[in-house]
């Protein structure tokens, strides 16, 4: 999938100012009606470090009624997490339609077959174990009528490293830069090599990756949101198919009409 990514898709900020709004009130739109059909979103988010996957998030969200979302950033396991399978505390957080209709993992599962595999905290023969996991997880919530939306952001490694210069030179972004961040950098080849097997093993029918080209921040969030909204509406009852399913309980849907004993005339 990497080799076709075109990473020099931009858009100009006029464009790109008409083109987000119209997808958050879009957005806002679909999500109304995920709550009205109680059906549940999963959003998965994973990329590079300085990708621009907390930005394209938090455009995602900031049109949607707060009651409606919930987003996890997903750190190392700690705790009660650190005792169980490493998918028990994505089980536990998953809502049902009745609480929130989005949940979004900014981090996710994936860290068994990225992070875990190359940082050596997982074994080979448990992250080599986890595609399959994985695979079957994803399928349950699938079959379980979830929508199931898999983001991967991808930058090249000059573009990162312009992003965390920026930020050891501006102030108030020197939180967000770590010395992981540059350990992970020397480490590019093996995470791309993990990348390659994940996209690979675990893009199927029912839970394909969308690759997000990074490079432009602005093209990343749009896509992003057309994305989300591409999975929504091909998932989301049509509203003429609603219609008809309410004419049909309330009795005003055409029906055939057949005679006891139709059969036997001749």
């Known amino acids: 999938m990497l080799p076709t990514i075109d990473l020099s898709k931009r858009l100009e900020r006029e464009d790109y100012r008409q083109r987000i709004l119209d997808c958050q009130l879009k957005l806002r739109e679909l999500a109304f009606r995920l709550y009205q059909e109680k059906r549940s979103l999963i959003v998965v988010v994973e990329g590079w470090d300085a990708a621009g996957k907390g930005g394209s998030i938090r455009r995602a969200i900031e049109k949607m009624d707060p009651r409606g979302y919930e987003v996890y950033s997903i750190a190392a396991p700690e705790g009660e997490d650190r005792t169980h399978h490493y998918l028990w505390r994505f ?28 940082e050596g905290f997982a074994t080979e023969s448990e992250w080599k174990r986890a595609y399959r996991e994985i695979n079957h997880f994803e399928r349950q919530l699938t079959n379980h009528g979830m929508i199931l939306v898999k983001l991967w952001f991808e930058i090249s490694t000059e573009e990162q490293l312009r992003r965390f210069e920026a930020r050891r030179e501006t102030p108030h972004k020197q939180w967000k830069l770590t010395e992981e961040d540059w350990r992970n950098r020397r480490k590019w080849g093996l995470y791309e090599e993990a990348l390659i097997d994940m996209l690979r093993k675990t893009s199927t029918l029912a839970a394909p990756w969308t690759i997000i080209e990074g490079n432009d921040k602005l093209w990343a969030r749009v896509k992003t949101q057309e994305t989300l909204i591409a999975a929504l509406e091909a998932s ?30 001749s």
């Open 236 to 265: 989301l009852e049509a509203p003429e198919r609603q219609k008809a399913t309410g004419d049909e309980k309330s009795g005003t849907g055409k029906k055939k009409s057949s005679k006891k004993g139709d059969k036997n005339k």
């Open 91 to 118: 089980w536990r957080r998953l809502k049902s339609p009745d609480d929130k209709q989005i949940v979004i993992f900014d981090r996710s599962w994936y860290g068994r077959v990225l992070v875990e595999r190359v």
